[in-house]
């Protein structure tokens, strides 16, 4: 008697999509569909442009009255450079009161160029306060 060994085929299972097992009609189990899982999401993705939307908003805004505070100040510069002006312009105009009012400068156009003269002592009257 002759006993031979057979190789062992090792045999592999075709591979096959598994089939669903059907389940009764209360345990039936649905798979959700790429529109269906996001079906919740809507509601985080509107707040998530809402705050979004808040964030530019606010940004904006910061943005305008930070440029509101920028115009102020150059105009405020502008003021103050105007009013150290004023302040030069009316110091000389105050200095040239004072030299036109002095009383040499009064005394020297009425003699030359108005022709005045000082009185002679004949010149002088006096006058009583009284009504006699």
Same mark, same amino acid.
């Given at each position: 008697?002759?006993?031979?060994? /057979? #190789? ?14 059907? #389940?009764?009609?209360?345990? @039936?189990?649905?798979?959700? $569909? +790429?529109? !269906?899982?996001?079906? %919740?999401?809507?509601? @985080? +993705? =509107?707040? *998530? ?5 808040? *964030? ?7 943005? !305008? ?21 004023? &302040?030069? @312009?009316?110091?000389?105009?105050? =200095? ?7 009383? @040499?400068?009064? /005394? $020297?156009?009425?003699? &030359? /160029?108005? %022709? ?8 002088? =009257?006096?006058?009583s306060a009284r009504g006699d």
């Amino acid at each position: 008697m002759i006993v031979t060994k /057979e #190789k062992a085929r090792a045999v592999y299972p075709l591979q096959q999509k598994p089939v669903p097992r059907r #389940k009764s009609a209360g345990q @039936e189990r649905v798979q959700p $569909s +790429s529109r !269906a899982r996001t079906a %919740g999401r809507p509601a @985080e +993705s =509107l707040l *998530l442009c809402v705050f979004i939307l808040l *964030l530019i908003a606010i940004s904006i805004g910061l943005i !305008a009255q930070y440029s509101q505070v920028v115009a102020l100040n150059y105009q405020i510069q502008q003021v103050d450079q105007q009013i150290a002006q004023l &302040h030069k @312009e009316n110091e000389r105009l105050a =200095l040239d009161v004072r030299s036109m009012s002095s009383l @040499e400068r009064l /005394e $020297s156009i009425a003699v &030359h /160029e108005l %022709g005045l003269q000082y009185p002679d002592q004949k010149q002088w =009257l006096r006058l009583s306060a009284r009504g006699d």
